[in-house]
C-alpha cells in the first residue's frame, strides 16, 4: 500500500507564494518520477510540472520562471514552490508519482486547495 499526501494549499493573495509538498509512504522500493497537475472547477487535469529521479524537470508553459519543482529523494518528497500567482491559478493540485512498490504503478494525492484571491 502507498499513499501519498499533499499539504501546504490555502489561500493567498494575487503576486503571493505558496510552498506545497507531497510525501510518499508505504511499502516503497523506489519513487520515479514525481508531478504536480492541477484540475480547475469546470476544466480538465492539466500538467503544472514533473521531475524525474535525477531532477531532470519538465514545465508547462504557463508556469515556467513562476513555479519549481523539487524532490527529496530521502524522503520520498516532492515540492512545488509557486511564486507570482494569479487568479488563473487557482485549482486542486494533485501529486502524481510513479511508484515501485509490488510492482510499479502511478499514485494520485487526494489533491489540495490552492485559492488566488484579494
Known amino acids: 500500500q502507498v499513499q501519498l499526501v499533499e499539504s501546504g494549499g490555502g489561500l493567498v493573495q494575487p503576486g503571493g507564494s505558496l510552498r506545497l509538498s507531497c510525501a510518499a509512504s508505504?511499502?516503497?522500493?523506489?519513487?520515479?518520477?514525481m508531478g504536480w497537475y492541477r484540475q480547475a472547477p469546470g476544466n480538465e487535469r492539466e500538467l503544472v510540472a514533473t521531475?524525474?529521479?535525477?531532477?531532470?524537470?519538465n514545465y508547462a508553459d504557463s508556469m515556467k520562471g513562476r513555479f519549481t519543482i523539487s524532490r527529496d529523494n530521502a524522503k520520498n518528497t516532492v515540492y512545488l514552490q509557486m511564486n507570482s500567482l494569479k487568479p488563473e491559478d487557482a485549482a486542486v493540485y494533485y501529486c502524481?508519482?510513479?511508484?515501485?512498490?509490488?510492482?510499479?504503478?502511478?499514485?494520485w494525492g487526494q489533491g489540495t486547495q490552492v485559492t488566488v484571491s484579494s
Open positions: 521531475i524525474t529521479r535525477g531532477s531532470s524537470t
Open positions: 502524481n508519482a510513479a511508484v515501485i512498490s509490488t510492482a510499479l504503478r502511478a499514485y
Open positions: 508505504g511499502r516503497i522500493i523506489s519513487v520515479n518520477t
